[in-house]
């Protein structure tokens, strides 16, 4: 018997006998009664061999017989029949997925005749399912949320209902209930990951996600329940009976999860092997080494920054985006916010750090087609790890080329569906003629943190305008590298400036996670904000697009779209979501509405090769972007900026019209009637209703000049100014 834990050891339990009435009896020793509901993980082959009239008996019909005398007919008896569908990216099925042994080697025969008995009940985790009999079973494992641990799982229910956790011939760290309490405290060396399939009961297929609390896969992230066992079994809240060789071990789940609540806000590594450590630090450790640091010039320009930056391998979580980041934090006063892997913003999940290690296609003699090093495009980012020999068929399946561009490696991802997978050129992918090939993928997910970068210009109101780029999207520049460009020098332009009127945030992002990320944190800066500007693809030589927020009558839609109206004759304008879609949706979203718009050079949507001919793709290089493209972009988002800055309400201080000449502001009408017509058509609608740029779009007036009239007038004392 092993003293620590009281489960025998293998020398214990050979030649070792019971009877189905002696685990009826030891179950009713621990606190089993009559209509109790039973949570039951069992080993019995720990117990040794069944002896008497039960040695003629299928030893997990014995134990079902054992417990279901000891609960009674009014007793409800729920097995783990865990399948990890998910993980293994396979299909659920509800009524046919058979269940896999733990590690003490659970006794599968017994889950999967408790399983497929008539009139069990089993629960649509595709993960940790549980099936059951008796009264209660359907009440409990029905519609559970989509989770294995949290709120509403079947664990959840467990402390609710007032069931019992009981442990068969093996130690209590076997009852996984123990992980729902670690999920509720919320340990550090776990966190919440999402694992997506299809869930299958009966004719009904489903597509799903479910949320399971993984751990850190360093080696202090071990599960180790002895220190909870010992503590249990001292306290008297675990009873134990003997049987067989081993034991029957009992506790009250509601009282168990208080225990070990307790133990866990005391110390929170005590249900692991330990020692404690920062998570992240052990899963870098474990990793290895990130990518080396980039140092960029001083007040390094646009294209000093493109050309640093766009080879990394700026995955939405990975050392290449921190890399990247961190070489801009150190040309701005950037704050650099931190999301851990798990973090729950909104209803979204922070995914954890993505790392390739090494991949390559070759053929079953060894010669290499493609390999990451060549261009890390060749593999989808978030791929799983993968190696073996795959038919060319199978190949196909998980291969994927750029729909236009023959010669080029297309962007792809699967940050949220589990699934291995390549990427090459068509003119590779037609050359692959051989039945099978080898492929290797060596790809590494670890716990860390998604970064957002933050720069404030502070303005003379708390009201704000946002700016925001996204960083990711490995070893390509238009998208959105030249985005990030644009925003540093528009930001770097702000900030040496007198203070604005307006606070400027501009905000680096991976896309859409990044900015719903920031959002769900600064929701009490939701009122604040006026509006916005997305700024992507903004290094081609196409007219700018500009794409209005949600509401798209909002001041900040005024004056944006004035500014591109006067600055770029050939630029053009679409509704929200008609011309591209990017992180401004997070904004404009439902809850949020902040007025985002987005300012990019794309193709108009009917174009075959929208939104630009190389997007998404390896062809997406520094050379594409025409020399003075980026500053053009950069004046334009300025001279928005200083329309949303100018906008004033000019309140008339004159009933009337105002004796010009008094003011020498008369303009002659022979010699400038162009000049004196505009005049009265803006003296006509300042009434203190109007803002500037509302009196420039009905009067067709540009904004500049109206503002010099409202200034004008000003100076004369003709109008006061009220802020928009």
């Known amino acids: 018997?092993?003293?620590?834990?009281?489960?025998?050891?293998?020398?214990?339990?050979?030649?070792?006998?019971?009877?189905?009435?002696?685990?009826?009896?030891?179950?009713?020793?621990?606190?089993?009664?009559?209509?109790?509901t039973v949570f039951v993980h069992a080993c019995f082959g720990v117990l040794g061999a069944l002896a008497g009239p039960d040695s003629e008996v299928e030893p997990s019909a014995a134990l079902l017989d054992a417990i279901t005398r000891a609960v009674g007919p009014t007793g409800t008896i729920l097995v783990p029949t865990y399948t990890f569908s998910f993980c293994r990216g396979e299909d659920y099925d509800v009524l046919n997925s058979a269940s896999v042994p733990g590690p003490w080697s659970l006794s599968s025969e017994f889950l999967e005749t408790v399983r497929m008995l008539p009139g069990a009940f089993r629960s649509d985790d595709p993960i940790h399912s549980v099936a059951g009999i008796g009264p209660r079973a359907e009440a409990l494992l029905a519609d559970v949320a989509s989770t294995c641990f949290g709120p509403g799982s079947i664990f959840d229910r467990l402390n609710r209902s007032g069931a019992k956790l009981c442990v068969i011939g093996a130690p209590l760290e076997e009852a996984t209930f123990r992980h729902h309490v670690e999920e509720m405290v919320g340990v550090p060396f776990r966190y919440k990951k999402l694992f997506t399939g299809y869930i299958r009961r009966g004719s009904a297929v489903r597509k799903a996600g479910w949320i399971y609390f993984v751990r850190i896969r360093a080696d202090n992230g071990i599960p180790d329940g002895s220190y909870l066992e010992r503590i249990t079994r001292s306290s008297g809240e675990c009873r134990a009976a003997s049987v067989g060789a081993g034991e029957v071990l009992t506790v009250d789940a509601g009282a168990y999860y208080e225990r070990v609540a307790t133990e866990l806000k005391r110390n929170p590594w005590c249900s692991a092997k330990g020692p404690a450590g920062n998570a992240i630090e052990l899963e870098r450790t474990r990793t290895g080494a990130p990518c080396s640091p980039v140092t960029l010039p001083p007040a390094a320009s646009m294209e000093q920054i493109v050309s640093a930056l766009w080879r990394l391998p700026r995955d939405i979580v990975s050392d290449?985006?921190?890399?990247?980041?961190?070489?801009?934090?150190?040309?701005?006063?950037?704050?650099?916010?931190?999301?851990?892997?798990?973090?729950?913003?909104?209803?979204?999940?922070?995914?954890?750090?993505?790392?390739?290690?090494?991949?390559?296609?070759?053929?079953?003699?060894?010669?290499?087609?493609?390999?990451?090093?060549?261009?890390?495009?060749?593999?989808?980012?978030?791929?799983?790890?993968?190696?073996?020999?795959?038919?060319?068929?199978?190949?196909?399946?998980?291969?994927?080329?750029?729909?236009?561009?023959?010669?080029?490696?297309?962007?792809?991802?699967?940050?949220?569906?589990?699934?291995?997978?390549?990427?090459?050129?068509?003119?590779?992918?037609?050359?692959?003629?051989?039945?099978?090939?080898?492929?290797?993928?060596?790809?590494?997910?670890?716990?860390s943190t998604l970064k957002t970068g933050e720069i404030v210009v502070p303005g003379r109101t708390d009201k704000s305008i946002v700016l925001c780029a996204h960083l990711c999207h490995p070893a390509m520049v238009n998208d959105d590298l030249t985005g990030v460009a644009v925003g540093v020098e528009v930001i770097r332009k702000l900030l040496a400036r007198k203070a604005p009127r307006y606070t400027y945030r501009f905000v680096i992002v991976p896309e859409t996670i990044g900015s719903i990320a920031w959002l769900s944190r600064n929701e009490e800066l939701t009122p604040e904000i006026k509006g916005g500007l997305f700024l992507e693809m903004l290094g081609r030589a196409t007219p700018h697009a500009l794409q209005l927020s949600f509401d798209g009558n909002t001041e900040v839609d005024l004056c944006f779209k004035l500014a591109l109206q006067e600055h770029d004759p050939n630029g053009w304008t679409g509704e929200y979501r008609s011309i591209i879609g990017n992180d401004e949706r997070q904004f404009n979203g439902p809850g949020v509405r902040i007025p985002m718009l987005s300012l990019s050079r794309v193709l108009p949507p009917s174009a075959p090769e929208w939104p630009y001919r190389e997007y998404h793709s390896s062809a997406d290089t520094p050379e594409l972007v025409p020399s003075g493209s980026l500053d053009e972009s950069a004046r334009l988002v300025l001279r928005m900026i200083e329309y949303i800055e100018e906008n004033v309400v000019p309140v008339n201080e004159f009933k009337g019209e105002p004796f010009c000449s008094r003011y020498g502001l008369h303009i002659d009408a022979y010699s400038n009637p162009e000049g004196n017509r505009e005049l009265f058509r803006i003296l006509d609608l300042i009434d203190g209703s109007l803002s500037v740029a509302e009196i420039a779009r009905r009067t067709s007036v540009p904004f500049d000049a109206v503002r010099d009239v409202v200034k004008k007038l000003g100076q004369v004392g003709l109008v006061s100014i009220r802020e928009s």
């Open 320 to 447: 290449g985006f921190d890399v990247a980041l961190q070489a801009l934090a150190d040309q701005l006063p950037m704050r650099i916010h931190e999301f851990p892997s798990g973090t729950e913003c909104w209803d979204w999940i922070v995914p954890e750090k993505w790392t390739c290690a090494e991949a390559w296609l070759e053929t079953l003699d060894g010669r290499k087609v493609f390999s990451y090093a060549d261009h890390p495009l060749h593999v989808v980012s978030y791929s799983l790890p993968f190696a073996g020999r795959v038919s060319r068929d199978e190949l196909f399946r998980h291969l994927h080329v750029h729909p236009w561009l023959p010669d080029a490696i297309p962007f792809n991802f699967k940050y949220y569906e589990r699934d291995w997978g390549l990427c090459c050129t068509q003119r590779q992918r037609d050359a692959l003629q051989d039945e099978a090939y080898r492929v290797v993928i060596r790809s590494d997910f670890a716990y």
């Open 1 to 36: 018997m092993n003293s620590a834990t009281g489960i025998p050891r293998a020398s214990d339990w050979l030649g070792a006998e019971y009877t189905a009435s002696d685990l009826t009896h030891a179950l009713w020793k621990t606190g089993i009664r009559q209509g109790d």
